[in-house]
């Protein structure tokens, strides 16, 4: 029978984890999802330093580009975005 890992034994990347986990963790909890407004982004990436879950990545334009299968809804992204271009969408 498999041990239990401790969390120091956990090396692998959340975006790899089972679609299945990553769905339970976005979605069970997922009221608001942000939306960036793109015309309005100075490419500052504070968004993509502060989300806990580092579901925010830059595009190859060089844009953030949130990956919504990660994103649990924290909006920290919207709070910390120093230019308002972060919004608040109610999830579906
Ligand atoms: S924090 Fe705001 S302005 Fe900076 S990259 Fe993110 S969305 Fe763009
Ligand atoms: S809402 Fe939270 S989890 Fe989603 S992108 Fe923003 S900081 Fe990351």
Redesign the pocket.
């Given at each position: 029978m498999a041990a239990w890992k401790n969390e120091k034994e956990i090396t692998y990347d959340k975006r790899m984890a089972p679609v299945a986990l990553q769905e339970a963790q976005a979605f069970k909890c997922r009221l608001f999802?942000?939306k960036i407004d793109i015309k309005m982004c100075k490419k500052c990436m504070i968004?993509v330093v502060?989300?806990?879950?580092n579901?925010?990545e830059v595009s190859e334009s060089g844009k953030p580009a949130?990956i919504y299968s990660?994103?649990?809804?924290?909006?920290?992204?919207?709070r910390e975005c120093p230019y308002g271009a972060?919004s608040e969408e109610r999830e579906q």
């Open positions: 999802r942000p968004c502060a989300c806990p879950d579901c925010i949130i990660n994103c649990k809804g924290c909006l920290i992204c919207l972060i």
